[in-house]
C-alpha cells in the first residue's frame, strides 16, 4: 500500500498499441445492439462523414481500458481485479475505423478498501497520429491481493 500512495500524481504506464479496426467495431455493435450508421455503414460514412470513415463507438473505446491497463500494471499475488466505476468520462475526438489506440494512466489516488486495494486512475486513451485524446475517464478498480 505504501508503494502504491507514493506513486499518486505520477504517470503509471502508457499500454501498447491496439488496432480498432471494422471487425471489432462490428463485433461491439453486434454485442451491444448499437447499429448506428456512423459505426457500421461504411458506405454512408464514405459520403456523409467529413473523415470519410466509420468511427468506434465511445463505449468500446472505454471497453478497452481494463485490458490495456493490464499491458502495465503488474501485482504479484494478484487474486482478482472488480472494475468498481467510473467517476467521470469525455469523449474528445472520434476513433477512425483502423486507428490504434492506447491508455496512457496517472495515478490519483490509493487506498484500502473492502479487503482490496481501490486505485482511482486518470485514463487518457490516445489515438496514434491525433493530438487530441480520444477520451479522458477516471476510473475506479478494486484490486484483491493474496494477504491483503
Known amino acids: 500500500m505504501e508503494d502504491a500512495r507514493a506513486l499518486v500524481g505520477t504517470e503509471v504506464g502508457v499500454s501498447d498499441w491496439v488496432l480498432v479496426d471494422q471487425d471489432r467495431i462490428n463485433k461491439f455493435a453486434e454485442a451491444t445492439d448499437d447499429f448506428q450508421w456512423i459505426h457500421i455503414d461504411e458506405e454512408r460514412c464514405a459520403a456523409e462523414l ?24 503488474d501485482f504479484v ?9 467510473m467517476n467521470k468520462v469525455r469523449f474528445k475526438a472520434m476513433v477512425p475505423v483502423n486507428s490504434k489506440v492506447r491508455v496512457r494512466a496517472t495515478l490519483k489516488s490509493a487506498r484500502k ?27 475506479i478498480g478494486l484490486y484483491f491481493l493474496a494477504g491483503v
Do not use: M
Not at 55 to 65: D, E, M, N, R
Not at 77 to 85: A, K, Q, T
Not at 113 to 134: D, H, S, W
Open 50 to 73: 467529413p473523415i470519410g470513415s466509420t468511427i468506434a463507438h465511445g463505449y468500446l473505446t472505454v471497453s478497452l481500458i481494463p485490458s490495456l491497463i493490464q499491458h502495465f500494471v
Open 77 to 85: 499475488d494478484l487474486e482478482r481485479v472488480i472494475n468498481y466505476g
Open 113 to 139: 478498501r473492502a479487503g482490496a486495494l481501490q486505485f482511482i486512475l486518470n485514463i487518457t486513451v490516445e489515438v496514434e497520429g491525433q493530438k487530441r485524446p480520444a477520451c479522458e475517464a477516471e476510473t
